[in-house]
């Protein structure tokens, strides 16, 4: 129960399920975001000296919106993984607040880029036979067709389908390009796009793109998290390493005194619990028992008697007023 809990020991606040202090871990979540910033503002960069050369951003009416906002995410997530790698050193809550705010504002736009991109969609053609036969027999020369709209995307394609159709036709004529023999490059060529056609279907493509979000989303919302506990540790007295008192600490309210009125009540509990005859007085007797009960190392060190009897040539009361008296 409570009373029995060793308030006087430090509690270690972890992350990744005990794996890393708190404060190694918001310095690795901050590395992670300096990384995954420094790539996509490459990739952003790259397509922006080489158009063409990736992929198409999103719909080509608001393409560019997009590309920039991909770009603006990276240097974000650059600035804000160093600064959360060394704010973590010495953590102060105001710089942890405006550190959450940021991952927070990283995440909105992945969700806003990523329902811009996914929810856009086109009216998609295919053409059959006038007449229904066997697929095969439909390929035949001079069997009449006619344009329908796609069954299998009655409400509309993905436009990100056409745009990764756009980077399976770049991909393979960029293989074939590249072989020696002139007369191997048509078939080549056809070979690849059929390869790329059947490894990339469009429910395939979207059901990755999907997954892409949830996974960026997920990983977004742990590192707020992670820097929301850091914070709360931080305000409640801790460094990201060890903190005062335990974990059931962190649920009290602040309060508007804030961090050094807690401190206070968590020392004001740790006499009480010292003081077991409640005089207001904290003896010898009274902490060697406590510190016997609480850490391993005096275990049994109580019932060791003194081989001097001379009393100590200096003594001290700690009173429950708070002061400390001494005479030598």
Same mark, same amino acid.
Request: aromatic residues 10%.
């Given at each position: 129960?409570?009373?029995?809990?060793?308030?006087?020991?430090?509690?270690?606040?972890?992350?990744?399920?005990?794996?890393?202090?708190?404060?190694?871990?918001?310095?690795? *979540?901050?590395?992670?975001?300096?990384?995954?910033?420094?790539?996509?503002?490459?990739? @952003?960069?790259?397509?922006?000296?080489?158009?063409?050369?990736?992929?198409? @951003?999103?719909?080509?009416?608001?393409?560019?919106?997009? /590309?920039?906002?991909?770009?603006? /995410? !990276?240097?974000?997530?650059?600035? *804000?993984?160093?600064? !959360?790698?060394?704010?973590?050193?010495?953590?102060?809550?105001?710089?942890?607040? +405006?550190?959450?705010?940021?991952?927070?504002?990283?995440?909105?736009?992945?969700?806003? @880029?990523?329902?811009?991109?996914?929810?856009?969609?086109?009216?998609?053609?295919?053409? *059959?036979?006038?007449? =229904?036969?066997?697929?095969?027999?439909?390929?035949?020369?001079?069997? =009449?067709?006619?344009?329908?709209?796609? =069954?299998? @995307? =009655? /409400?509309?394609?993905?436009?990100?389908?056409?745009?990764? *159709?756009?980077?399976?036709? +770049?991909?393979?004529? %960029?293989? +074939?390009?590249?072989?020696?023999?002139?007369?191997l490059k048509p078939v080549m060529g056809r070979l690849y796009r059929q390869v790329l056609r059947t490894l990339l279907p469009c429910?395939?493509?979207?059901?990755?793109?999907?997954?892409?979000?949830?996974?960026?989303?997920?990983?977004?919302?742990?590192?707020?998290?992670?820097? &929301?506990?850091?914070?709360?540790?931080?305000?409640?007295?801790?460094?990201?390493?060890?903190?005062?008192?335990?974990?059931?600490?962190? %649920?009290?309210?602040?309060?508007?005194? !804030?961090?050094?009125?807690?401190? +206070?009540? /968590?020392?004001?509990?740790?006499?009480?619990?010292?003081?077991?005859?409640?005089?207001?007085?904290? &003896?010898?007797?009274?902490?060697?028992?406590?510190?016997?009960?609480? &850490?391993?190392?005096?275990?049994?060190?109580?019932?060791?008697?003194?081989?001097?009897?001379?009393?100590?040539?200096?003594?001290?009361?700690?009173?429950? &007023? !708070?002061?400390?008296?001494?005479?030598?």
């Open positions: 129960d409570d009373e029995d809990k060793p308030l006087l020991a430090m509690t270690a606040t972890t992350s990744f399920g005990g794996l890393f202090s708190l404060r190694v871990g918001i310095r690795l *979540v901050s590395w992670l975001t300096a990384i995954e910033g420094g790539c996509q503002l490459s990739v @952003w960069l790259l397509d922006l000296l080489t158009p063409g050369l990736f992929f198409r @951003w999103g719909p080509a009416s608001y393409e560019r919106p997009l /590309q920039m906002a991909s770009g603006i /995410q !990276g240097a974000l997530s650059i600035a *804000v993984g160093i600064a !959360g790698y060394y704010k973590a050193m010495k953590p102060k809550a105001e710089a942890l607040v +405006r550190l959450r705010r940021a991952h927070f504002i990283i995440a909105l736009i992945i969700l806003v @880029w990523f329902i811009l991109v996914l929810t856009p969609r086109y009216i998609h053609y295919t053409s *059959v036979p006038y007449v =229904p036969m066997p697929k095969s027999l439909s390929r035949l020369p001079g069997i =009449p067709h006619m344009l329908v709209v796609d =069954p299998e @995307w =009655p /409400q509309g394609k993905p436009t990100v389908c056409k745009d990764v *159709v756009h980077i399976k036709e +770049r991909l393979a004529h %960029n293989l +074939r390009e590249k072989l020696k023999y002139e007369v429910s395939h493509v979207l059901y990755g793109f999907w997954a892409w979000m949830a996974l960026s989303l997920i990983w977004r919302t742990y590192v707020a998290y992670l820097v &929301s506990h850091f914070l709360l540790v931080v305000r409640h007295g801790g460094d990201g390493v060890m903190m005062i008192g335990s974990f059931e600490d962190l %649920n009290k309210p602040l309060g508007v005194e !804030g961090t050094r009125l807690l401190l +206070r009540r /968590q020392v004001e509990d740790i006499f009480k619990n010292m003081d077991t005859d409640e005089d207001g007085k904290l &003896s010898l007797a009274e902490l060697l028992k406590y510190l016997g009960e609480t &850490s391993t190392m005096y275990e049994g060190v109580a019932e060791v008697e003194d081989p001097d009897p001379d009393p100590p040539k200096s003594t001290a009361t700690l009173r429950a &007023s !708070g002061t400390l008296k001494g005479s030598r």
